[in-house]
């Protein structure tokens, strides 16, 4: 036990009118002075073994649209967690429907679109200008600028010293994929068709832009970040074209059953994973036809466009293989060991293990007689959890958020209920960037209704479950949306966590002890 000799000095806490005491521990929780006694003398710092258990989650995660406003794509393997497949699933709607193509309308080329999301530091960039360049539509004399930006990853930069290369593949989907608001689990088998479209991703994208030389005008619209795949033209010149006037292409209830959608994977089994918004995809068929003007028949170049933007169902789904350790420690995990604890904790997100954490009854026993017989006042409590520093050495890049639940509840905590919108954060990490990392967790106010309520049950634990992932907030007010509405089903993150103590539970632990543990800070006369 470490004493604060230091009198902690009350001020008023934004429009609230709660106060915060200021402490040489330098780690208290804003909610925290709700629960100081005036006149407190004495700061007492303790920490408390705990259990803390892994969760399996089954390898499975909701992945529907209203799910996922970001998708990943790619794969991954390590030896703690095992190897990752994510591939995307989308359906596909004309822009225009029952199209007239024109006469004799044939493809000439058929572009997927992708926009993953990249790197913007300026030492990330490069730049390639050729002032000679002649555009071949005319033979124009131009300048073409082409800016190249690094894709942004989760998983291996390099493999065996060499950049990591992926291959994107396209492939047409066989089953109908139903409507955008169907509940869709990212295992679902789904089953896809002939590959038409493939493309070696060497982990960058472009943009360019090309002027004239003559006025500096654009010669073409300037073709913003983007990683661009040519598709089979053969297969959108029978699929699409070839079907002018066909009832298939008449509305969009026939359409999506009829190009029921396409797949993009990669056929590589390790690598990394980026993402991107699924509503920046789109697919655009160029093709010419026969316009005649005053007897003479000009071939002349027209397009149109296929959607994969809202309104479409979009489906993330992922694949694990699992090695023998992780899936010895998850089939315990089969009915969750929450009397004594797990030593390690696997966590990740997309649909990976999560882990629960239990207060013993005698800790909440212990503070409610402290509570009623001492006067104490909780200034802080937390639930610390470290990193593995042996399972989890590596330089992947750790979670720096984590969603938090009380067993029985629905919505946020109620250290996040009452500070939303203040800049409150459920999560404080330390060290991400070593093998030292740690997070806390608040939960003073979740402390506070267990000790001063004089009617809650004595004999239970208080339990909370926790997953990987961050919060989504209203983009106009910055609340958060509530505890549903998260990146759990797209965040790549994974972490090996120090567990239970099996010798320490509901015992008090030395300065020293890195097992799961919950630490106060709180006043006594």
């Not at 003398?41 to 970001?70: C, H, L, P, W």
């Not at 027209?302 to 350790?325: D, M, Q």
């Not at 459920?426 to 003073?444: F, H, P, V």
């Not at 402390?447 to 004595?458: A, N």
Request: charged fraction near 20%.
């Amino acid at each position: 036990m470490i004493k604060i000799k230091t009198l902690m000095k009350m001020i008023p806490f934004l429009v609230m009118g709660m106060v915060v005491l200021n402490s040489c521990e330098g780690e208290l929780d804003d909610l925290g002075s709700q629960l100081v006694e005036a006149g407190a003398s004495e700061g007492v710092d303790k920490m408390f073994g705990i259990v803390a258990y892994n969760i399996n989650n089954n390898d499975t995660i909701q992945t529907d649209a209203s799910r996922i406003d970001s998708v990943r794509i790619g794969a991954f393997d390590e030896p703690v967690f095992g190897s990752q497949k994510v591939s995307y699933i989308t359906q596909l709607r004309l822009n225009t429907y029952n199209p007239d193509f024109g006469v004799n309308p044939v493809v000439d080329s058929v572009v997927l679109t992708l926009k993953p999301r990249y790197a913007t530091a300026t030492d990330s960039i490069t730049t390639t200008t050729n002032e000679d360049y002649i555009y071949p539509e005319g033979s124009v004399a131009a300048k073409k600028v082409v800016t190249t930006y690094p894709v942004s990853k989760y998983g291996k930069y390099k493999i065996g010293g060499q950049k990591t290369p992926l291959t994107i593949k396209v492939n047409e989907v066989n089953d109908f994929l139903g409507a955008s608001t169907d509940k869709v689990i990212s295992n679902k088998a789904i089953a896809v068709g002939a590959e038409i479209g493939s493309k070696n991703f060497n982990g960058t994208i472009n943009s360019v832009k090309i002027t004239k030389d003559s006025d500096n005008s654009d010669i073409i619209p300037e073709i913003t970040p983007s990683l661009r795949v040519n598709l089979d033209k053969d297969f959108f010149q029978n699929k699409i074209i070839a079907k002018k006037g066909d009832q298939v292409l008449k509305d969009a209830a026939s359409f999506i059953r009829y190009f029921k959608g396409i797949s993009i994977s990669v056929s590589d089994s390790d690598g990394y994973l980026f993402s991107m918004r699924p509503n920046d995809a789109a697919i655009t068929i160029y093709y010419k036809n026969d316009v005649t003007a005053n007897n003479v028949v000009t071939r002349t170049k027209a397009e149109t466009a296929l959607s994969l933007g809202s309104g479409n169902a979009h489906i993330s789904k992922i694949v694990y293989n699992r090695p023998a350790s992780y899936v010895a420690a998850m089939s315990a995990a089969g009915t969750p060991n929450d009397v004594s604890g797990d030593q390690l904790l696997y966590t990740q997100g997309m649909g990976g293990a999560g882990f629960g954490i239990k207060i013993p009854a005698s800790i909440i026993v212990q503070l409610k007689n402290q509570y009623k017989n001492e006067k104490i006042g909780i200034v802080s409590a937390k639930i610390r959890v470290y990193n593995d520093d042996v399972t989890w050495n590596n330089s992947y890049r750790k979670p720096t958020s984590m969603l938090v639940i009380e067993k029985g509840e629905k919505g946020f905590l109620p250290d996040m209920s009452e500070l939303n919108g203040t800049g409150y954060s459920l999560i404080r990490t330390a060290n991400l960037s070593t093998k030292d990392a740690y997070y806390d967790i608040g939960i003073t106010a979740s402390l506070k209704k267990i000790i001063q309520d004089e009617t809650y049950d004595v004999t239970k634990a208080k339990e909370f479950f926790v997953n990987l992932g961050t919060y989504s907030s209203d983009a106009s007010t910055g609340l958060l949306l509530g505890q549903n509405y998260n990146n759990r089903a797209y965040t790549p993150n994974r972490i090996v966590l120090k567990g239970t103590d099996q010798t320490k539970i509901g015992q008090e632990l030395n300065a020293t002890s890195k097992a799961a543990q919950l630490r106060l800070i709180y006043t006594k006369k």
